[in-house]
């Protein structure tokens, strides 16, 4: 079982607020992935980290989107002023290596924009 | 253009039939495929990869899946299913380039079976 945490589990926030997540990795793993699931089961990948540094990122969302991967700090993912289009699953993954490795997933953030 | 197509939305079946999930895929690379299942209410859990070697890979909780590159698929299978196999099934396609390895998803098959 994954032993990847995700905080909050849920978070609801209005039009044009903050929304911050964070995510804890399994222990010794140092590459970090962020997803979003939508409500049609659709992934969109966001983000990863190697360690520190940012490895691949998608445009994040018109740069509403940041991330980090702070060293000895949970990673985070923040959406500076949130819409409704942004209500979805927040999964956060961690894997032993970059390449090949399953990747291990946590509960998710469930975000709701009213 | 690298994708993952699960065909079907539902499956559903008797518990102690054999179970057979459809995914294909399109890459232009060696596919390094994944399948993963979601119970309600918890998070995704990975069930098998394959990476190379064996077309066959056996993974947790029973399943095992068949990598065929002839006609681009990676379709999961069980038998005989039991009632407790019902969830959401993905498909996963890791990503090429950009230096990462991010898993491109299918939409999922909702299995259900019935006892």
């Known amino acids: 079982n994954s032993k990847v945490i995700q905080t909050p589990r849920y978070l609801v926030k209005g039009q044009g607020q903050k929304a911050k997540m964070r995510c804890i990795p399994e222990k010794g793993h140092p590459v970090v992935f962020w997803y979003q699931q939508n409500k049609n089961n659709e992934f969109k990948f966001l983000i990863n980290f190697q360690n520190q540094e940012v490895l691949q990122q998608i445009d994040m969302t018109e740069k509403r989107f940041s991330a980090e991967c702070p060293s000895n700090s949970p990673c985070s993912l923040e959406i500076q002023s949130s819409e409704a289009g942004d209500s979805a699953l927040y999964l956060c993954?961690?894997?032993?290596?970059?390449?090949?490795?399953?990747?291990?997933f946590g509960p998710g953030t469930r975000l709701t924009v009213l | 253009a690298q994708s993952v197509d699960q065909p079907d939305a539902h499956v559903t079946l008797y518990e102690g039939a054999s179970l057979e999930l459809r995914c294909s895929y399109s890459?232009?690379?060696?596919?390094?495929l994944f399948w993963y299942v979601q119970y309600p209410g918890q998070s995704l859990q990975f069930l098998l990869k394959?990476?190379?070697?064996?077309?066959v890979v056996k993974g947790t909780k029973g399943f095992e899946a068949e990598f065929r590159k002839s006609n681009s698929s990676f379709n999961l299978k069980k038998s005989p299913a039991h009632w407790s196999d019902s969830a959401k099934y993905f498909c996963?396609?890791?990503?090429?380039?950009?230096?990462?390895?991010?898993?491109?998803f299918g939409e999922g098959t909702k299995l259900t079976v019935s006892s």
């Open positions: 996963a396609l890791e990503g090429l380039g950009g230096g990462s390895a991010k898993l491109i």
């Open positions: 993954a961690s894997s032993p290596w970059g390449y090949y490795a399953e990747q291990f």
């Open positions: 394959y990476i190379t070697g064996d077309a």
């Open positions: 890459y232009s690379a060696a596919p390094y």
